[in-house]
């Protein structure tokens, strides 16, 4: 699942080009932004909960005799260090954490500015059917 991720976001990111985002346009008016949002970490916190017990027992507080939490610095830390590796990874470098997941980017449309007008006008006079998505032919043959 991870290779097919990277394969796909590495194409997405070459369609992109270096600024991370496309503009959709037809004659000149443009419609609408295309790019990929950044992968963000997620926290299984009970999971996590029992690894930073044992490696970092500072950043774990006891709110009741069964009960912990986690410190929001901590988790904030751990998320950074997760997006920035790309893997699940502690605060100080630890990699395969427990508990701890990186969630896929996904492409993000936002329509412009008068886009609404734009397309009425452009199907009204027969011309939308000749829209193509500027990201090209992805590996598995999807555009």
Excluded at 5 to 17: D, F, H, N, V
Excluded at 45 to 51: C, F, G, N, S, Y
Excluded at 80 to 85: F, M, S, W
Aim: proline fraction near 6%.
């Amino acid at each position: 699942m991870e290779l097919a991720y990277k394969q796909t976001s590495e194409a997405l990111e070459k369609a992109l080009g270096p600024r991370g985002r496309k503009v959709a346009e037809v004659d000149g008016q443009e419609l609408a932004t295309v790019s990929m949002t950044k992968r963000t970490a997620r926290i299984n916190t009970m999971a996590l909960l029992e690894w930073a017990k044992v490696n970092y027992p500072e950043e774990v507080t006891s709110q009741t005799v069964t009960t912990y939490s986690l410190s929001p610095l901590f988790m904030a830390a751990v998320k950074r260090a997760t997006e920035k590796a790309g893997q699940p990874c502690g605060p100080g470098g630890e990699l395969d954490i427990p508990g701890v997941s990186l969630g896929d980017g996904y492409l993000t449309v936002r329509p412009a500015e008068g886009s609404a007008e734009a397309i009425d006008h452009l199907w009204s006079t027969g011309r939308l059917g000749t829209v193509d998505l500027p990201l090209g032919e992805l590996e598995d043959g999807r555009g």
